[in-house]
């Protein structure tokens, strides 16, 4: 007897009681068979695929496809699972191994040292003027790094050592500036060496701004007739120009010291000058009187090693004009015209007759005059210390009277005549 039974969409077909059997075999396609969406179902009728053999005599029922749609299939469960599992691992490793690798790049560990970056550069302070060399260091690890410590630095040069030191490393990193003072012993170019855990490096620093010779000159003021300077007073002036060994011009700093010594006269003077941030020096001493004196110039240097070559050197000056090592000095003498004078044109004197005294000039420093040249002004020039001379036209003359002592100085005066 046919027993009652539905298929999984609720239709319910009548089967026999001796087929319960062959139903209770079958089952529900779980994914592993394929399953046809949209389908439909005539009513009544029991499904069965199309492959399946049917007993004779047995009734045969098949599916019906909706028209107009397509039949797809769906992807079995567990495949589907396990594809999803396979791709999420995937994206996994596509996101955590850069990651990693970035974690590990800057905040492993910092790795040996390849090499030690080194760069050397001149800095100069504003308010003094003092130089020197502001040396940079760079570890390099290949990959970012926190390295700290000390590092040993050396400095040398033409293949003696001028200085040994350290340097603090932080990060990875290091900076110092050396005054020239502590390293320098002149011009030219110095091999700078770091250590830093076993890793060696170098560059090289290149010093110019030293001072290492002095061109110097000294000269007679009086000699060059300078109004500002009296009557019977020595001096003479002192030029000094600061230079390297090649004859440029440097710049002397708040350091550095100027000593002139001057011998002459029966004595020897002594003078210090301030020659902060000047490339030269330019000033005059009063001296005893007349003679031959000897200019010293020492120069103490501020941007060398102490007891270094150019730590404080010596030289003599030369005169600006005859170029020798002393310097002659000469007070000029001082001519003396008389007062201007007024006279009266004459026929019985053929014109103005007047008379001429020089005889108040005066030489210094043990000199005397040796000479009067008088110019009366009207293209006639007499010589003798008292002259008389007759003017033939009435006029206004300007009369001048050139004195010369017996050391080649000379000195000038005038006077008014009027002839009226």
């Known amino acids: ?82 594809r999803r599992h396979i791709w999420a691992a995937v994206i996994a490793l596509l996101i955590i191994v850069p990651v990693a690798g970035l974690v590990y790049f800057f905040y492993g560990p910092s790795g040996d040292i390849q090499a030690i970056d080194l760069i050397a550069q001149t800095y100069t302070e504003v308010s003094s003027g003092v130089s020197g060399m502001s040396l940079v260091a760079q570890v390099n690890t290949g990959k970012p790094s926190h390295l700290s410590g000390t590092a040993d630095l050396t400095i040398s040069c033409k293949g003696a050592t001028t200085y040994t ?31 830093f855990q076993g890793r060696s490096s170098t560059t090289t620093f290149t010093a110019s701004s030293i001072i290492e010779r002095l061109n110097i000159t000294a000269y007679n003021i009086t ?35 100027l000593d002139i010594e001057i011998t002459g006269g029966g ?77 009266q044109w004459k026929l019985v004197d053929g014109g103005g007759k007047v008379t001429l005294d020089g005889s108040n000039s005066i030489a210094y420093g043990g000199g005397r005059v040796t000479n009067w040249t008088w110019d009366y002004g009207d293209g006639y020039i007499e010589e003798g210390m008292k002259v008389t001379y007759t003017f033939q036209n009435r006029d206004t003359y300007i009369v001048t009277l050139l004195v010369s002592d017996n050391n080649g100085n000379t000195d000038t005066d005038t006077c008014t005549v009027t002839v009226l």
């Open 267 to 343: 004595g020897t003077s002594k003078y210090t000058e301030n020659i902060a941030r000047k490339p030269q020096l330019n000033v005059n001493y009063s001296v005893p009187g007349n003679g031959n004196y000897t200019v010293k110039a020492t120069f103490h240097n501020s941007k060398v090693k102490t007891d270094s070559q150019y730590s404080t050197f010596t030289t003599l000056a030369t005169d600006a004009q005859t170029n020798q090592t002393f310097v002659m000095v000469f007070m000029p003498p001082k001519a003396a015209a008389g007062p201007d004078q007024t006279v």
């Open 223 to 257: 000699r060059m007739s300078n109004s500002t300077i009296e009557y019977g007073t020595a001096r003479m002036g002192v030029r000094v120009i600061f230079m390297s060994n090649s004859f440029e011009s440097q710049m002397a700093i708040a350091g550095d010291r």
């Open 1 to 82: 007897m046919p027993s009652g039974r539905s298929d999984t969409r609720g239709i319910d077909v009548d089967v026999p009681a001796d087929d319960d059997e062959k139903i209770a075999d079958y089952e529900e396609p779980s994914g592993e068979d394929e399953e046809t969406e949209g389908e439909e179902y005539d009513e009544g009728v029991e499904v069965v695929e199309a492959d399946e053999e049917v007993p004779s005599g047995e009734k045969q029922y098949s599916k019906r496809k909706p028209e107009g749609k397509k039949a797809s299939r769906r992807a079995p469960k567990e495949k589907v699972g396990s």
């Open 165 to 195: 030191g350290t340097m603090g490393i932080s990060e990875s990193q290091g900076q110092k500036n050396i005054p020239l003072s502590q390293f320098a012993i002149g011009n030219g170019e110095y091999i700078v060496r770091a250590t």
